[in-house]
C-alpha cells in the first residue's frame, strides 16, 4: 500500500533556483488549470500540468520573484525582491503595485474583487485595490514573510520578528500570537476555519487551535520554509533539508511503523546549534541527567534538555504518546557569532556574515554581506564594483573573507541549501523597476456664463441624437434599445464658447497683471482674433504671431490665468494649433503647462480648463499621439482631481477617461486599458453626478468591447459590483441603458 505521493512530471524553464509556486485554478481553456513558479532569474513559468516545458514565461521583474498568488478570471499577482509587485492576465502585464521600500516576500489576492495584500522586507503590510495602495499595515518590527486570508474581512501576517498577527483589512491589528523562538517563514490557513500552521527558522512546525499553539513538531532541518495545508487538512511541509514531509491526523493516512521510526531516529541524530536560541539559553553545567525524563511533561511540544556522558540532549513531549521523544543532540558553537540562526540581515535578505569593511582610516565604513555558499572572489569583486573602491584591494578583500569564514560550512542539519528565498548573491536596493506607478481617474466639467466653476455642464450638440447633450431627437425607446452608446469611435470635446465673455474677463484681469505680464491692446486685439478663426469654422488659420501672444498669456501667474486658459481649450481643437502646440518639438513644455495646473491644492477654475484643454487635444492626430505617449503622466496627475466635489470637474476628468478609452480601443493597447480600468473604477467610487457616471459607463463599454482580457480585467477588479447600482436609475434614461449594456458583457 502506496500512502504517499509519486512523482509525475519534473518541469523546468527557469535557469536558477525556484523560489516560489503557485496553482492557476482551471478555467475553460485549461479545465485542470495551470501551475506558476517565480525564479531568482527574475522570471514566472506557467506550465501546463502535463508538459515538462513552460507554456510562457512572464518577464518583466528585475530582481527574483519571490511570491505568487491567483485570483479570479486568470488573474496572477507577483511580489519580488524588486521591490514591486505586479498584476498578470494570462501573458501580459496589467499592473505595476509600486510603493514598498524593500523586497516584497508575500502577497495575496483577497476574495473581495479588486483587492490585494502584499508584505514587505520594509515591515509593512499593504492593500491595494484597483492598483493603487488604499492602506498601510504596521506593527511587524522585521520583515513580513508569509500571508494568509482568512475571510474577506480578515487576514494573518507572519514575521522575522517570530510573530504572527490578525489583522482587520480596515487596519486595525486584532492579536498578535507567540510561541516561535526564530523568523517564522510561511503560514498557511486551515480549510473553513480559522486555525492555522506555521513554520520557520526554529526547526518547528507549529499548530494552532483557537488562537492557541496546540502542537509543536520538531523536524531534523534548522530552517523549515514553506507549509501548506491540503485540503483533507494535511500540513505539508518544506525544509532546508530537501525534504517534503506530510503530517496528518487521519489513521488512514498515517506512514507505517518502520518510516515514522525513521523520522524519529533522523530526529534523535539531528544537531541542534545552541545559537540559534531554538532551546532558550543553555548552559551545559547546570543540566540534570537521564532521570530528568521520568517526569511526564506538562503540555505537548515542551522540550527539556538532559545531559548525559557529557552529551546535552534535547528531548520534546508528546502528550498522544505519552512519552519525551529525543529530537536531537546539541552540539558546540559552530563558530558564527550571530545570534538567532546564524544568519544576519541586510537590506531585507539574510546572510551567513555581513562584515563591515574599513578600506582606510578616515573614510567611511562598508558592509559586506557574505553566504558560505558564495565564492569569495567574486563577492570581493562585487563589493569593490557597487561601492566604486579600487579594484587593487581585491586580494585583501578576498583574503578577509576566507581568513574570517575559515573552514566555516554549515551544520549538518542545513547544509549547502542557503536560504531559497534570499540565495546569495548581491542586491542591489536602488534597481526598483522605473515603470509608472497605477493611476486612476478623478472627476471636474461644464460651461455657461462665464464662470469656469459654474455649473451648466452643457456640451455644444454634436448632431442629431446626441446621448451626451441630451439634445436634439433623442428619446429612449424602452421596448428594445439599441446599444447607441458604445464602443465610442470619437472624441467627446467641450466646444461651447462665449468669446466676448472670455476677452472681457481677459482685459479686466490684464489690467492688474504686473509690468512683466501685461499685454498690450496690440496683442488683445490678436487674441481676439484667434477666438475668433478658432471658434467659426476653421476655414482661416491662425498666425504664428496669434499662437505666440496665446503662448505669453497662458504663462500668467496661477490666480489670472484662466481667461487665457480657456481660450488654449478653444484654439487647440484647430488643427493648426493643435499641431503646433502637440508637434514633436514643443509638445513637452506644453504637457508641463498643463499638469502644473492640476494640483490639488491649485485654483478649480485653472484645473477645470485644464482638464477640458486635454480632452480637446484628441481632435487630431498630432494631440492624439501626444496624449497617448504621454498617458502615465496625464492619468497619474488627472486622478488627483477626483478628491474635490465640483461636478464639472468630475464631467472633465470622465470625459478625458473617455477619450483615451476611444484611442486604447482602437490600437487595442491592453496594458494601457488596465490603467484606463483602474482610473475607471477609482473614480466611479467618488462621483456623484450622473452625467459623469454616464461618461465612465460610456469610457467602460468602450474599453472592454470586443476584448475578452479587458472583460477579465475588468471583472477581477469588481467593476461589476461598482456600476450595478446606476442600472435603476431612472432619470436620465441613458444612464441605466448604458449601464445594463456594460453589465451584459461582464
Known amino acids: 500500500l502506496n500512502r504517499g505521493f509519486t512523482e509525475m512530471h519534473c518541469m523546468s524553464g527557469h535557469s536558477n533556483f525556484v523560489s516560489c509556486v503557485c496553482i492557476i485554478p482551471p478555467s475553460d481553456l485549461y479545465p485542470r488549470g495551470l501551475i506558476a513558479t517565480g525564479g531568482n532569474d527574475h522570471n514566472i513559468c506557467i506550465f501546463t500540468v502535463d508538459n515538462p516545458a513552460p507554456l510562457y514565461i512572464l ?366 548573491g548581491r542586491y542591489v536596493p536602488g534597481s526598483s523597476s522605473g515603470s509608472s506607478t497605477m493611476p486612476a481617474a478623478d472627476p471636474f466639467t461644464g460651461a455657461g456664463r ?63 497683471a504686473t509690468e512683466e505680464h501685461k499685454l498690450t491692446e496690440d496683442d488683445l486685439i490678436t487674441l481676439e482674433k484667434l477666438l475668433s478663426v478658432t471658434c467659426n469654422t476653421f476655414a482661416e488659420t491662425p498666425t504664428p504671431q496669434q499662437l505666440q501672444t496665446l503662448w505669453r498669456a497662458v504663462n500668467w501667474p496661477e490666480d489670472i490665468v484662466f481667461p487665457a486658459l480657456d481660450i488654449l481649450r478653444l484654439s487647440i481643437r484647430h488643427p493648426t494649433v493643435n499641431k503646433n502646440f502637440c508637434s514633436e518639438k514643443d509638445h513637452v513644455q506644453f504637457i508641463v503647462l498643463l499638469l502644473k495646473f492640476l494640483n490639488p491644492k491649485g485654483k478649480q477654475a485653472n484645473q477645470l480648463l485644464a482638464l477640458r484643454a486635454l480632452c480637446n487635444c484628441f481632435v487630431s492626430q498630432a494631440g492624439q499621439k501626444l496624449m497617448m505617449e504621454q498617458r502615465g503622466e496625464i492619468m497619474t496627475q488627472a486622478i488627483e482631481m477626483k478628491s474635490g466635489n465640483n461636478k464639472n470637474i468630475h464631467i472633465a476628468l470622465a470625459t478625458l477617461t473617455l477619450n483615451y478609452a476611444v484611442c486604447l480601443h482602437k490600437d487595442n493597447n491592453i496594458e494601457g486599458k488596465a490603467q484606463c480600468l483602474s482610473v475607471i473604477s477609482t473614480v466611479m467610487e467618488v462621483v456623484q453626478d450622473l452625467e459623469a457616471v454616464f461618461r465612465l459607463l460610456v469610457a467602460l463599454g468602450t474599453l472592454i468591447s470586443d476584448d475578452t482580457n479587458a472583460v477579465q480585467l475588468a471583472k477581477s477588479l469588481g467593476v461589476d459590483s461598482q456600476i450595478k447600482k446606476y442600472a435603476s436609475v431612472s432619470e436620465p434614461a441613458k444612464v441605466k441603458e448604458c449601464c445594463r449594456f456594460v453589465l451584459n458583457l461582464l
Not at 283 to 290: C, H, I, K, S
Not at 468 to 481: F, I, K, P
Not at 494 to 503: G, M, S
Open 59 to 424: 518577464k518583466g521583474h528585475k530582481n527574483t520573484v519571490c511570491s505568487l498568488s491567483s485570483g479570479k478570471f486568470g488573474t496572477l499577482l507577483s511580489g519580488s525582491w524588486d521591490t514591486t509587485a505586479k498584476v498578470w492576465l494570462n501573458d501580459r502585464c496589467m499592473m505595476t503595485l509600486q510603493g514598498h521600500t524593500a523586497a516584497i516576500w508575500a502577497v495575496k489576492i483577497l476574495p473581495e474583487q479588486g483587492l490585494m495584500l502584499t508584505g514587505s522586507a520594509d515591515k509593512t503590510i499593504k492593500l491595494w485595490k484597483a492598483g493603487r495602495c488604499e492602506r498601510t499595515f504596521t506593527g511587524h518590527e522585521d520583515c513580513v514573510r508569509g500571508l494568509a486570508i482568512l475571510s474577506e474581512m480578515e487576514f494573518l501576517s507572519c514575521a522575522n520578528d517570530a510573530s504572527v498577527r490578525r489583522w482587520y483589512i480596515s487596519g486595525e491589528c486584532l492579536q498578535v500570537y507567540y510561541g516561535h523562538t526564530n523568523y517564522i517563514y510561511s503560514i498557511s490557513v486551515f480549510p473553513q476555519c480559522k486555525d492555522f500552521v506555521t513554520t520557520g527558522e526554529d526547526r518547528s512546525l507549529r499548530i494552532w487551535k483557537r488562537g492557541e499553539c496546540a502542537q509543536t513538531i520538531r523536524l531534523p532541518a534548522q530552517s523549515v520554509w514553506c507549509c501548506c495545508v491540503l485540503d483533507n487538512g494535511d500540513i505539508v511541509v518544506g525544509a532546508s533539508d530537501g525534504i517534503i514531509r506530510v503530517f496528518t491526523e487521519s489513521s488512514e493516512r498515517t506512514a507505517s511503523a518502520e518510516e515514522i521510526q525513521a523520522f524519529e531516529n533522523e530526529l534523535s541524530q539531528a544537531s541542534i546549534d545552541p545559537k540559534t536560541g531554538d532551546l532558550g539559553d543553555i548552559n551545559a553545567d547546570d543540566l540534570p541527567g537521564r532521570e530528568h525524563l521520568k517526569d511526564p511533561g506538562t503540555r505537548d511540544g515542551q522540550t527539556r534538555l538532559i545531559k548525559d556522558n557529557g552529551k546535552v540532549e534535547a528531548y520534546q513531549w508528546s502528550v498522544s504518546e505519552g512519552r519525551w521523544i529525543k529530537i536531537g543532540d546539541v552540539v558546540g558553537s559552530s563558530g558564527a557569532t550571530q545570534q538567532t540562526s546564524g544568519k544576519v540581515l541586510f537590506e531585507g535578505k539574510e546572510y551567513d556574515y555581513v562584515f563591515t569593511i574599513d578600506v582606510n582610516e578616515s573614510g567611511p565604513s562598508y558592509k559586506l554581506p557574505y553566504n558560505i555558499t558564495d565564492d569569495p572572489w567574486l563577492t570581493a569583486y562585487n563589493f569593490l564594483q557597487k561601492n566604486d573602491l579600487n579594484p587593487m584591494f581585491l586580494d585583501q578583500v578576498a583574503k578577509f573573507i576566507m581568513d574570517n569564514t575559515k573552514g566555516q560550512t554549515l551544520l549538518s542539519t542545513s547544509a549547502q541549501f542557503s536560504d531559497p528565498f534570499t540565495g546569495a
Open 450 to 512: 462665464y464662470v469656469p466653476g459654474s455649473a451648466s455642464n452643457a456640451v455644444a450638440p454634436l448632431g442629431g441624437v446626441d446621448p451626451y447633450t441630451g439634445m436634439g431627437a433623442y428619446q429612449s425607446a424602452a421596448a428594445n434599445v439599441e446599444n447607441i452608446y458604445f464602443p465610442k469611435k470619437d472624441a467627446v470635446t467641450f466646444d461651447q464658447a462665449n468669446p466676448t465673455q472670455i476677452l472681457g474677463k481677459l482685459k479686466e484681469l490684464n489690467g492688474n
